[in-house]
Nanobody
Framework: QAQLVESGGGLVQAGGSLRLSCAAS????????MGWYRQAPGKQRELVAT??????NYADSVKGRFTISGDNAKNMVYLHMNSLKSEDTAVYYC??????????WGQGTQVTVSS
């Protein structure tokens, strides 16, 4: 079954750090890009960061604080989050796009930053 599985969310104090991980199952082929999105209560889902080949893209709100990285051999993507703020509290979703333009989403992992 094709799926993305996230891990690493949790509760952290403001100023702290977390690392999210996402693993794509072996039945997802020809991934060309992976990324992280988030959705806070009452808000729309928004892009956090993406990685395509060697290129990365970040939302302005996380630039300088978050770093996305990937392991192509393992079909994994990571999000290193530093200097976390209360406004970073959200459910974080992993996303993968294939060469056939199929998108996959993970089930989401909760990140809560206490002030």
């Amino acid at each position: 079954q094709a799926q993305l599985v996230e891990s690493g969310g949790g509760l952290v104090q403001a100023g702290g750090s977390l690392r999210l991980s996402c693993a794509a199952s072996g039945s997802i082929f020809r991934i060309v890009a992976m990324g992280w999105y988030r959705q806070a209560p009452g808000k729309q889902r928004e892009l956090v960061a993406t990685i395509r080949g060697g290129s990365t893209n970040y939302a302005d709100s996380v630039k300088g604080r978050f770093t996305i990285s990937g392991d192509n051999a393992k079909n994994m993507v990571y999000l290193h989050m530093n200097s976390l703020k209360s406004e970073d509290t959200a459910v974080y979703y992993c996303n993968a796009q294939t060469l056939d333009r199929i998108q996959y989403w993970g089930q989401g992992t909760q990140v809560t930053v206490s002030s």
